[in-house]
């Protein structure tokens, strides 16, 4: 996301694609990202000045666009835009939508074809599977299941910290998520939910286009015009793009109205395409530039997060104090995250997608972890719920891990179907083998 935010919003006169090949443009974004957040990932542990000047950025560049996207969920709601019962009744997770399309959707297949309604219906719908999922996913991520209480004990916050804890977690982070994300969805949706990309698709059957499409669009939606066309003839993708690209052209522009709209729909916007949410607060030219920046500081705030996450990770595997080289080189290795860009094709956006449904597979080994170390003694100590706060712990805890298991266990069915199974079946199965292992040497 930082890269192409560099890429698309903030220097695309100098990296953009249009005056450099794409590569040489995505080495030295790359470089310049990863630059700057090695430098304040390495020096973090240290503190000092340069720490904080940081951070204050961070914050402020965040803050910058979360208050864009609260002035334009304002500004339509002014307008009449946003139906506000709609979305407060959203808020109630709707666990229909992992086997049926939205309401707003559904209209929009049912002008397609019968026959190829459900080449549609399944993708619209494995799409919004893996939308909750990787929200289930993040709403409580390493950030806070590991940063979190190890930032906490590095303060010497101990338990008689706990109401000061509690009031920094909702007042610093739970409050200001939800405030910033729902703002962004409501703002996002009331452009993009349903809603055609303007210049793929006329706005009725047998009119004409009037608008010139955004140029990244093009190539997704003809995409998906060639997926709904394999679908139809039962190719391959290597079969279809065998074919000659004209005859693939005329087979696309020989589709329904219906499935054509379908596409422009579905298609995924980018970064530069987002900004547009905030052309109704601050004009088009501005608003590429203020959510660019706004990207910019949240991929860099959450690169060094990561990077700083794994470097303490990395200590505590080898059982070193949390600083030095150790550290250091632990948070080196999330560098090789600067390569994505050369292997993810898509909106880099969307990236965010997979990267958390591979997030919830993980998600349940930290929620058994704190639920066994929770009722055990040696570990807990006077410290250990007793009583009824003890049963009513212990429920919730069974209910959150379930949670987390079932959609592990979901996330792996989806994308693996019975190799996934397998692979979590020898998962667990080292995980009993290595505490056997490390039991034996206790024992003696």
């Known amino acids: 996301m930082g890269t192409v935010a560099l890429r698309q919003n903030i220097l695309p006169g100098i990296l953009g694609i249009e005056v450099m090949p794409e590569v040489p443009s995505k080495m030295i974004a790359g470089a310049i990202f990863l630059a700057i957040c090695l430098t304040f990932t390495m020096t973090y542990g240290a503190g000092g000045k340069g720490t904080k000047i940081f951070e204050i950025m961070i914050k402020t560049i965040v803050s910058m666009i979360v208050l864009c996207f609260i002035g334009v969920v304002a500004k339509l709601s002014i307008e009449g835009k946003i139906i506000w019962g709609e979305i407060l009744s959203g808020m109630i997770p709707d666990l229909s939508l992992f086997v049926k399309p939205t309401d707003y959707i559904m209209p929009h297949i049912e002008r397609v074809a019968e026959g190829f309604r459900p080449f549609w219906t399944n993708m619209i719908v494995g799409q919004q599977r893996d939308v909750m999922i990787s929200a289930a996913a993040t709403a409580v991520g390493i950030n806070m299941t590991f940063l979190l209480p190890y930032s906490m004990l590095r303060k010497g916050w101990d338990k008689y910290f706990r109401g000061l804890a509690i009031f920094d977690l909702s007042t610093g982070l739970f409050i200001p998520f939800i405030i910033a994300t729902g703002c962004v969805v409501i703002a996002s949706s009331s452009q993009f939910h349903a809603v055609p990309a303007q210049g793929l698709v006329a706005d009725e059957p047998g009119g004409q286009i009037t608008v010139e499409p955004a140029k990244n669009l093009v190539g997704p939606y003809n995409k998906l015009l060639g997926s709904r066309v394999r679908h139809e003839m039962g190719l391959s993708t290597e079969e279809w793009e065998q074919l000659p690209l004209q005859q693939r052209t005329q087979y696309c522009q020989a589709l329904p109205y219906a499935d054509k709209k379908m596409a422009a729909m579905l298609v995924k916007r980018d970064a530069f395409n987002l900004a547009d949410t905030l052309a109704p607060l601050t004009g088009p030219v501005i608003a590429q530039y ?115 298991a079932f959609g592990s266990v979901w996330s792996l069915w989806s994308k693996l179907q019975w190799l996934g199974i397998a692979l979590l079946v020898g998962f667990i199965a080292l995980c009993i083998i290595v505490h056997i292992f490390r039991k034996k040497p206790a024992a003696a």
């Open 290 to 404: 203020v959510f660019g920046l706004g990207v910019m500081g949240m991929a860099m705030g959450a690169a060094t997060m990561l990077m700083t996450i794994n470097g303490l990770c990395f200590c505590e595997l080898l059982g070193r104090p949390p600083r030095g080289w150790t550290q250091r080189i632990g948070s080196l290795m999330v560098s090789v995250g600067a390569l994505g860009p050369f292997f993810w094709k898509e909106a880099a956006p969307w990236l965010a997608v997979p990267t958390s449904v591979f997030a919830m597979v993980l998600l349940p080994i930290a929620y058994f972890a704190f639920f066994l170390l929770m009722n055990q003694k040696t570990f807990m100590g006077n410290n250990m719920p007793t009583g009824g706060k003890r049963i009513l712990w212990n429920v919730l805890m069974a209910m959150a891990a379930g949670a987390a």
